[in-house]
């Protein structure tokens, strides 16, 4: 096992890994992974799963099947998708049982095409929820305004609920209050608050690739590459203000669990950053950080974990938003084109799979 991993973990980071496939499942590669590398949840999204089909023959026989059933490509795509979850879940419920409910998570995102759709993303949270059938699945939920709502109805039928897609502190407040709201409403439902959980994704290099371009405009490259982990820092000075309020209080009195910042898109886009820059600098209690498979073996292997990198820094990370505005950058705008680009890049990822299912089912008939 790997000692810097196993330290990050004893900092009361849980390390997720954010890939799934049926050859990983089917190699046993994923309980490796739990029992080597600490791993104690997955995460995917469309993108993952397009890149997954599209490689080996893992699917051949499932997709098969779907052929000689004559099934349209919406739900062959649910049911190879669903079909992945439910077994990465099965592989992960020991660490559920043993985190009492904490870890041991498998993440499904709702259609992205429905990111601006209140009603349909709703209804689709709550079939995926039925179609995976395991208490220990999140449904992922983008952040748009439109996902909000979304969110606190899919908290409010007693669902676990990933929150995607959040890029700005504003925005990340919207969605605690949305969590909150959603709690409140599955008390009033008669849900047992402690069966629900959630986690709510802030991306991190995204941020700083937007950032980073304009500030090479700008010609202020001297603040390159510290805007996502400041921003990440901001969040969670957030989450500690908005888990001390009496809102909060009275949720955790009736049971409730505290809706943990995840930190998501942890790769680094930029060769010339350290590798696992997004993970030594955002230690902190009470996190996941989710992190694709290159990113786990680089921490494993020379990962620098510190303590808490993330508390003791928040004047820091102030002052940085703050010479990022003086420099010119427009944050507003930024996480406002970061997030339109993210729902893009899903929906394109979702589409290309659909494209790949549709030809698969062509082939196999």
Known sequence: MSEILKKLSDEGVSIWLDDISRERLRTGNLEALIREKHVVGVTSNPTIFSKALSQGSAYDEQVRELSVRGVDVEEASRAITTYDIRWAADVLRPVYDRTEGLDGRVSIEVDPRLANETEKTAAEAKALWWMVDRPNV???IPATLA????ITETLAQGISVNVTLIFSLERYGQVIDA????LEKARANGHDLSKIASVASFFVSRVDTEIDKRLDKLGHTDLAGKAGIANARLAYALYEEKFGTDRWKALKDAGARVQRPLWASTGVKNPEYSDTMYVDELVAPDTVNTMPEPTLDAVADHGDVRGD???????DARAHMAALKEAGVDYDDVVRVLEEEGVEKFEASWNELLDSIKSELRDKA
Do not use: N
């Open 138 to 140: 999140f449904i992922k």
């Open 147 to 150: 996902g909000l709502p979304a």
């Open 179 to 182: 969590f909150f709201e959603g």
């Open 309 to 315: 990198r993330v508390r003791p820094f928040y004047d």
